[in-house]
């Protein structure tokens, strides 16, 4: 779309931008040649010079008080545009002022879309924060017309507004049941999920549709993933770049032994953040300890780990890559298995080009750590693009700016919403809304459990499909 414009145009997200300033002229504040710790690393361990990501905003605020360096970011552009401006946090919109100088602000925000307000660590994201961009110095607030572009016919939007509104009787929603543009399965089985959730994406599938999953919470987003791996349903799964950058780092390691070059307490470090960053919460599971040392395994867990180490020890580099793939499955880890394999398939071409460009393994190696050191900073600062297959499996919170022909929504009765007890469920609504407009033409809701949470209870009540 831009044509010969591209090159002149940067596009980034905050967190990334964030980062480039940070290996810029991080000198200036203390910070020379900072690597970046995932959110995993940190629970396990503390490093020097290390950046956490929640630290890189804070970091690249305290670079844009160096005289220098906010002068020449003030002057660095001719206009600056905020996508989502509505999810905007309070650090985001003060490094927005302040690179901004008197340079033209185009602020892109809907304020029904506004979905992060109620997650931790989204210090100041509220819908609120267009007024506070209306107070700026000559601004002026330019309505867009309420048309999709994703749903030309504006049936699945108009009854998305509708439940946002928790008007559950409006005419916009029985005109999407009626058409079967919305679908709504309700008191399925829980423990049938997997099942359910395969025989819809294999019937839209055949119809010739791609199709979006939608799923809630990491560690159940990773089981599902998992349980649709093992029932050959072929799809990746977005929007959780820790895990991907852990499964990487962890066969990156896994290759730099079987070369005589890490040590294997490395790799069963790199195992142990992986393990972690398949389940949420601040609890370390069990298993990385064990991993690391720090606890006692079960004694199959010791014998498969001195099976892993002796095959790589004997394969060498481009034999440890292959062993790598199927490490996930051999060691018996209980998560994550899709990100694995995704790792695998990004880590081969990095591995092989480099072998192939240097003679000397040593130097080859070097230059593979470099390559997946980038790829796994791109990846933590959602830098690079997702990849487009027909089935993308994510969490809800990962749907903005997604889309796919058919979607299926899986709303479980032992989900977590938010603290919102009563109507009209503000935030949660909101959710809903953003979750239901993203298919082209056809949304399949699927309510697991006979006792739904109270914001998704109404529509259990919808004349629904089989």
Known sequence: MLGPYQQRVEITTFHAFAWRLLNRWGTAIGLGEPRMLSESEAKLFRADGTVRYKDMLPNAL????????????????????????????????????????????????????CIYSDLPDAVGVRPQRLDAALALPRARRIDLPEVSHRDTSNVLPAAAAAIRRRDFGHDAITAALTSGRL?????????????EVAAVVQQLRDEGHTVGVFSHHIDATT????????????????????????????QNAMV????SIAAWDLVRQRLAVFVTSSVRGKKVPDLAWMLLGRATPPATLSRRLTELQKALREAGPAGGLSITATAHHGLG????????????????????RNLRRHADPQTALE?????????????????????????????????????????IVVLRSNDFYGYEKNEPFEIGSRLLYVVLTRARHKTIMLLFGSD???????????????
Not at 256 to 259: E, G, H, R, V
Request: proline letters at 8%.
């Open 62 to 113: 305290d670079l844009c008080t160096v005289p220098a360096v906010r002068r020449h970011l003030q002057a660095r552009w001719s206009i600056i545009v905020s996508d989502e401006f509505q999810d905007t946090d309070d650090r985001q919109f003060e490094l927005l002022a302040t690179i901004t100088g008197k340079t033209r602000l185009l602020l892109l925000g809907d304020p029904n879309q």
């Open 183 to 195: 679908q709504i399965r309700a008191d399925l089985p829980l423990d049938r999920e997997a099942d």
């Open 223 to 250: 089981d599902l993933s998992d349980q649709l791996t093992h029932r050959r349903i072929d799809h990746e799964i977005i929007g959780l770049p820790d895990c991907l950058v852990a499964a990487l780092d962890a």
């Open 256 to 259: 730099q032994f079987a070369s």
């Open 333 to 352: 880890l209980p998560r994550g298995e899709r990100h694995w394999q995704r790792a695998n398939h990004l880590l081969q071409p990095i591995v092989s």
């Open 367 to 407: 230059h593979l750590d470099v390559a997946v050191a980038q790829h796994r900073t791109n990846l933590l600062t959602y830098a690079i693009d997702e990849p487009t297959p027909p089935v993308q499996l994510m969490g809800l919170y990962q749907t903005k700016g997604r889309e796919a022909d058919a979607t």
């Open 452 to 466: 739904p949470q109270p914001l998704v209870a109404p529509l259990a009540n919808l004349p629904h499909q089989p």
